[in-house]
Every structure is written in C-alpha cells, then in structure tokens.
C-alpha cells in the first residue's frame, strides 16, 4: 500500500538519519524521506516544497541540533502560513530527561507525539504506526 504520506526529518546525526530512516522503511515501509540537517534547513525546505507536495507531512523532528533547534524550529513553523502547515504532524526525537524540556515538548500543540532516543523498534511501531497507519 501506497502512503499518504511525506516524510522530513530534522536531524543532524548522520548515525541517526540512518537508524530512522531504516525504521520508517521497516514499521511503514517507506522508502523515501527528505532530510535535513538543522531547524533552519527545515523551515527552509517546508517554504520551498510543501505547497507542491501532495501528501499528507510527517515531520520527524530533533530538539538538540545546531544552527536552530528544535523549539526555536517550532516558533518558526508557527509563523508560517496555514497553507503551509495543512495536513502536518510533527513527532519530537529526544534523547533528553530533563522534564522542564520534556513538558515543553509535550505541551506545544503543533507536536503530535514524543519519541525518546535512543529510538526502539517497538517504541517507533508503537507511536507511528496507529497513528499514520488509520489514515494511510
């Protein structure tokens, strides 16, 4: 089955882009994921491509990366047209324990779910998949 959805990820571990990439191709079978390396590289290729892209936008996103992180990514993406943030979900990639980060995370109203790294098969499968899954 076809998904209705596009993948960015935020990330600047190249070791990291790799392990999710490989998990999204494992737990949804997909294949093709734009990347980037910082928030500014995100917000610049949301301005650049989203308007074109037809699918439904899934934003795997880091919060500790240089450049812009990613709050300073979702202070940003607030400022965007709604056009632009149609039909979006964004998941939050973190290795932090901080609860005060944590909280923050979860309380920002455009972020979807939360996914503590070091990222698991299951923890990945049991986020993502009920999610995009009923609505691929």
């Known amino acids: 089955m076809k998904s209705k959805y596009?993948?960015?990820?935020?990330e600047d571990s190249d070791?990291?882009?790799?392990?999710i990439k490989q998990l999204l191709k494992k737990v949804l079978d997909v294949t093709e994921v734009n990347a980037v390396k910082n928030g500014?590289?995100?917000?610049?290729?949301?301005?650049?491509?989203r308007k074109g892209f037809k699918?439904?936008?899934?934003?795997?996103?880091?919060i500790q990366m240089p450049i812009m992180n990613g709050?300073?990514?979702l202070i940003e993406y607030d400022k965007l047209s709604e056009e632009l943030k149609?039909?979006?979900?964004?998941?939050i990639l973190s290795s932090s324990l901080v609860q005060e980060e944590i909280?923050?995370?979860?309380?920002?109203?455009?972020?979807?779910?939360?996914?503590?790294?070091?990222?698991?098969?299951?923890e990945f499968g049991d986020i993502l998949y009920p999610t995009l899954?009923?609505?691929m």
Do not use: C, M
């Not at 070791?15 to 392990?19: A, E, F, H, N, S």
């Not at 500014?40 to 491509?49: R, S, T």
């Not at 699918?55 to 880091?62: C, P, R, Y």
């Not at 909280?103 to 972020?111: A, C, G, L």
């Open 103 to 122: 909280d923050r995370i979860k309380s920002n109203h455009y972020v979807t779910d939360f996914l503590r790294k070091p990222i698991a098969i299951k």
């Open 40 to 49: 500014k590289e995100g917000i610049e290729w949301i301005i650049a491509n």
């Open 15 to 19: 070791i990291d882009q790799l392990v």
């Open 6 to 10: 596009g993948f960015l990820l935020v």
């Open 71 to 73: 709050f300073e990514f």
């Open 55 to 62: 699918k439904a936008l899934v934003i795997l996103l880091d």
């Open 86 to 91: 149609h039909e979006t979900q964004i998941f």
């Open 133 to 135: 899954k009923k609505k």
